[in-house]
C-alpha cells in the first residue's frame, strides 16, 4: 500500500509524495511529473491504463488516508545529510553515519570503497535470507530444466530409432521386391518348364512376404494360421538340395511346424501346412492332427481333405511326404523322376474353415492325380 506501483518505490512526503489521479488511480509525485514532461495534446495517460487520459492542468488531489499514514511513520525514512532527497540505508563505520548510495561512491570514500567490509548495508540480511530461499526453488527449476531436457533428448532417440527401423524395413521391402523381379531359374529344371517355374517363384515369395509382414498382398495362409507366426525360414529346396527322400530329411526331420511349397508338370502350385515335425520311421507312421491343411496357389484356396486326408500326415523314412494316410498328397523319392500321387476326394474350405464345394478329379490341385515334381519348397514356421 505504500509503493508506488508504477516505479515500485516507497511514498515519502517528499519527491514521491502520493498523487490521486482524475481516473482514481495513485501514483507519486515523481512519476507524475516523468509522465507530465511527456505530455501530448494536453492530456496524461495513465501508467496503469492507456484508456484513462487525465487532463494536465488538473487540480492535485492527495490521498489523505495515505499522507497520513506517511506522516505517522516518517521516522523510518531517514534522509541523507549531504543529499536531502535520497534515504540514507547505508551505515559507515568509518565516518559513523548513515550515508546514501550517491555518498558510497563519491571521491571522497574511494578508499572506503575498496574495502567494503567498512560497511553494513541494512539491507543485507533481507537479501541473505531471499537468497536462502530462492536458492531451493533455482535448484528445483534446473532440475525441471535437466529432466525436460533429457524427456526431449530420450524421446528423440527413440523417434530416430523408429524411423531408421522403418527405413530399414522398407529398405528389406526393396530388396526383396528387386529379388523377386531378378529370378534365377535353377540349372537342372528343365526349359520346358521355366515359365513355369516363374510363375511358382511369384506366388511362393508372394506368400512367404506375407507371412514375414513385409507385405500384405495375399493373406491366403496369415488368415489361416490366424497371423500367429513370427518368421519362416527356407530349409529345403528339391532343385538346389536334392530330389531323394534323404535329402529332404536331412534337412526338414525335427524342424518344427513347415509349410511345403510343391510346383508339379502341369504348372499348378500347391502345398499343404503341418504343425507336426518331419521325422524318417522305417515302416509309415501316422499321425493324427486337426490343424494340417492342403491350399492352392494356382487357385488360391484352401482344402480340408475328406476321405482320404482325414487330417492325418503319415512319415515315412523312404518318402519325402504324405499328407493323409496312404493317399493325399503323396511325393515319392526321387519325385521329379516319380510318378507322384494326389487324390482330389476332397472338399474345399474358407480360411476360416466353412465348407465351399465338393471337388471331383477335373478340381486336382497337383493338375492330375499323378504328377512329378518340378521343384518343391519346405519353410520352418517359427511361431
Not at 540480511?125 to 530444466?145: G, Y
Not at 506375407?210 to 530349409?235: A, C, F, G, Y
Amino acid at each position: 500500500m505504500l509503493i508506488c506501483q508504477h516505479c515500485k518505490k516507497f511514498y515519502n512526503l517528499q519527491e514521491r509524495k502520493p498523487f490521486l489521479l482524475s481516473c482514481g488511480d495513485i501514483l507519486c509525485t515523481q512519476c507524475y511529473n516523468n509522465q507530465k514532461d511527456q505530455v501530448q495534446n494536453l492530456q496524461i495517460q495513465c501508467p496503469f491504463d492507456e484508456k484513462h487520459l487525465c487532463p494536465v492542468d488538473q487540480q492535485i488531489i492527495e490521498p489523505m488516508y495515505l499522507i497520513r499514514i506517511l506522516k505517522n511513520n516518517d521516522f523510518f525514512c531517514i534522509n541523507c545529510d549531504i543529499h536531502s532527497q535520497e534515504n540514507a540505508n547505508i551505515y559507515c563505520q568509518n565516518q559513523h553515519q548513515l550515508i546514501c548510495n550517491y555518498c558510497w561512491v563519491k571521491d571522497a570514500n574511494k578508499k572506503i570503497v575498496n574495502d567494503h567490509t567498512q560497511y553494513l548495508n541494512f539491507e543485507r540480511i533481507f537479501l541473505d535470507e531471499a537468497f536462502d530461499k530462492m536458492i531451493p526453488i533455482l535448484k528445483l527449476e534446473i532440475d525441471k530444466f535437466q529432466q525436460k531436457s533429457f524427456n526431449e533428448k530420450h524421446q528423440k532417440i527413440i523417434q530416430e530409432d523408429a524411423q531408421l527401423k522403418i527405413e530399414q524395413d522398407k529398405r528389406k521391402h526393396f530388396d526383396l521386391q528387386k529379388l523377386d523381379q531378378i529370378v534365377v531359374i535353377p540349372f537342372n529344371i528343365d526349359k520346358l518348364y521355366h515359365n513355369m517355374y516363374l510363375e511358382f517363384r511369384r506366388l511362393v515369395n508372394e506368400q512367404v512376404n506375407n507371412l514375414l509382414r513385409i507385405s500384405n498382398n495375399n493373406t491366403l495362409l496369415t488368415n489361416k494360421l490366424r497371423n500367429e507366426q513370427k518368421d519362416v525360414k527356407l530349409i529345403y529346396q528339391a532343385s538346389r538340395d536334392g530330389f531323394k527322400a534323404i535329402d529332404f530329411h536331412s534337412r526338414c526331420d525335427n524342424k518344427g511346424p513347415t509349410i511345403s511349397f510343391v510346383l508339379s508338370i502341369f504348372g499348378k502350385t500347391f502345398g499343404g501346412y503341418t504343425p507336426i515335425p518331419w521325422t524318417s520311421p522305417q515302416n509309415s507312421q501316422m499321425i493324427r492332427n486337426d490343424d494340417s491343411f492342403l491350399f492352392s496357389l494356382t487357385k488360391n484356396a484352401l482344402y480340408q481333405q475328406n476321405q482320404y486326408f482325414d487330417c492325418y500326415v503319415t512319415h515315412k523314412k523312404e518318402q519325402l511326404m504324405i499328407f493323409g494316410k496312404e493317399a493325399g498328397i503323396n511325393i515319392q523319392n526321387d519325385c521329379n523322376q516319380q510318378f507322384n500321387q494326389c487324390i482330389m476326394s476332397q472338399k474345399q474350405i474358407d480360411d476360416q474353415g466353412a465348407w465351399i464345394a465338393q471337388l471331383g478329379e477335373n478340381d486336382n490341385i497337383a493338375g492330375y492325380s499323378r504328377f512329378k515334381v518340378v521343384d518343391l519348397e519346405v519353410y520352418q514356421v517359427i511361431f
